[in-house]
């Protein structure tokens, strides 16, 4: 198995299916959708299942970005959209999946990978972001970006989007806590956040109001 965090090109050079890089096969300034990335988890999820193999699930955003947009323009969401794709493209494995979604998140997929590997890989993705300079307009700006992990190896997660949604929901607690940081969907428990299954029966109960 590759060590996680650290690309491999496909062999052969083949192309990754829906990839529109002819490059070494993964793409670059362009990502999966998010109808792509969606229906591309739950076949690896669907894959891991059958063969008891375990999945990591990453999700990321960079802190404040509409509000940066507003100030800055629309061609900042491109830049980072960009790169957020290069970093991902050096630092992870051809085997990996990132798509983008349709709130500024992006979902990074990546089968064989325990959550132990899943956090290395977004502590790694965390630390050199920071180092990245992104430039809107002559100006360099200080971006952050906030992670939430998750992953299914213990065959106990039934659904890719149950996966899925504890990703989020360590996202969502990494930036009501300030941003800038990794939760994983254990912490986030440990530390106050309800469980994805305590919160889905509060809605049920509260009519599904939030």
Known sequence: MTRP??????????QAPGTRDGGDGFLSTALFSQAQILHLMKNEFARARRH???????????????QLVDLHGAELR???????????????????LLGATNDDRYLLVMPHTDLAQTRIVA?????????????VDGRALALTISLGVSACD??????????????????????????DQVVSFGESRLRGELPVADREQRDDADGGER
């Open 5 to 14: 965090g650290f690309r491999k090109g496909r062999p052969g050079g083949a």
């Open 52 to 66: 008891g193999i375990p999945m990591g699930c990453l999700v990321a955003q960079v802190d404040r970005l509409p």
């Open 78 to 96: 491109q830049a980072v959209r960009g790169s957020v794709a290069k970093l991902v493209r050096d630092k992870t494995r051809g085997s990996d």
């Open 123 to 135: 502590d790694r993705l965390h630390q050199l972001f920071a180092d990245f300079e992104i430039t």
């Open 154 to 179: 213990d065959q106990k997660t039934m659904f890719f989007d149950t996966l899925l949604a504890q990703a989020e929901s360590a996202l969502e607690f990494a930036v009501r806590s300030g941003g």
